[in-house]
Nanobody, 118 residues
Framework: QVQLVESGGGLVQAGGSLRLSCAAS????????MGWYRQAPGKQRDLVAA???????VYADSVKGRFTVSRDTAKNTVYLQMNSLKAEDTAAYYC????????????WGQGTQVTVSS
């Protein structure tokens, strides 16, 4: 059973920074893609950033230049460094790990709340 455990959320002022962590119960190399989605109240869950097994990255336009997704394979952990935070970044952030491209499953963490005060 794959487990993803997020940490690092909290309350921060606009312009500040936070780093989210997602610790996997198995090697990050076991997944084709890992990354982060977010969901604000009353809105759909949207992709924020993702990193592939080959270390390619993709970002939502709204976070390009401010957020960085990275991976520490020795710690089985994926990170989301968030800088220059804005009020509109307020959401629950969910870590995910995906193998559907090769016939597998998508796994989700429990979510961590990020609140940016303006």
């Amino acid at each position: 059973q794959v487990q993803l455990v997020e940490s690092g959320g909290g309350l921060v002022q606009a312009g500040g920074s936070l780093r989210l962590s997602c610790a996997a119960s198995t090697s990050t190399y076991n997944f084709n893609v890992m990354g982060w989605y977010r969901q604000a109240p009353g809105k759909q869950r949207d992709l924020v950033a993702a990193i592939t097994r080959g270390s390619s990255t993709v970002y939502a336009d709204s976070v390009k230049g401010r957020f960085t997704v990275s991976r520490d394979t020795a710690k089985n952990t994926v990170y989301l460094q968030m800088n220059s935070l804005k009020a509109e970044d307020t959401a629950a952030y969910y870590c995910y790990a995906d193998n559907t491209a090769t016939g597998g499953y998508t796994y989700w963490g429990q979510g961590t709340q990020v609140t940016v005060s303006s």
